[in-house]
């Protein structure tokens, strides 16, 4: 079954080509909580077979990146800091989130845009308080575009590298039983720096949960 699924959705990454790496990256890149590791990896896989470009497909993931974050910058920019506070846990932005993603940014300014793209959570999130706080747009796009870049190369080499040297992976189930073992090493070690990222994100989170915090009164 899971061979099944995993074919199921090469063949749609192939199908929707460069256009469906944009637009599912764009989907990424706002309060949908829709994983780029399960889009770029898979397109990179048609690029080392020849039916994409490998740099077409960073082009295409790092654009699409940018401009669904160009999105989240806009609405909250049109929409401010109180009704996204308010309403923002019906579209997956509880309060909890947006926090972080403000202290972040109040922290580390336009660097933290930069790191935002290479960290789960706060990567979607961190668009938001941005467009809220007004932070300027050409700054807030290029440190958008670099991070997105950046991470979205990563995912595209791990993808040809790791995936790219089984033309069965479709049709035959064993291809894919192949890669798990022959190439387990690499699925542990992207497991454990989505792990490390992860925590990355929530020590972070708590150091700059204490220092908005204000201290007991001398």
């Known amino acids: 079954m899971f061979h099944s699924l995993f074919a199921t959705w090469l063949g ?28 770029v990896p898979p397109a990179a896989y048609w690029a080392s077979r020849g039916e994409f470009h490998f740099w077409g497909v960073v082009a295409a993931a790092t654009l699409g990146s940018w401009f669904g974050a160009a999105l989240s910058y806009g609405a909250a920019r049109w929409l401010g800091r109180p009704l996204i506070l308010k309403y923002g846990r019906y579209v997956f932005v509880p309060e909890s989130k947006w926090l972080l993603a403000e202290r972040w940014i109040q922290r580390y300014s336009v660097g933290g845009i930069f790191f935002a793209r290479l960290l789960p959570v706060v990567r979607h999130l961190v668009s938001l308080p941005a467009g809220a706080a007004r932070m300027s747009f050409s700054r807030f796009s290029l440190s958008t575009l670099v991070g997105s870049f950046v991470w979205t190369t990563v995912l595209a080499w791990f993808g040809a590298r790791v995936l790219g040297d089984q033309p069965k992976l479709l049709e035959d189930p064993q291809a894919l039983t192949h890669v798990l073992q022959t190439k387990l090493l690499w699925f542990v ?13 929530d020590v972070i989170g708590r150091r700059l949960k204490r220092e908005a915090t204000p201290g007991p009164a001398g």
């Open 189 to 201: 070690a992207a497991a454990a720096v989505l792990f490390v990222l992860y925590l990355a994100v």
């Open 12 to 39: 749609l990454t192939r199908q929707w080509g460069y256009a469906g790496v944009f637009t599912l990256m764009a989907i990424e890149s706002t309060v949908f909580p829709l994983p780029s590791e399960v889009v």
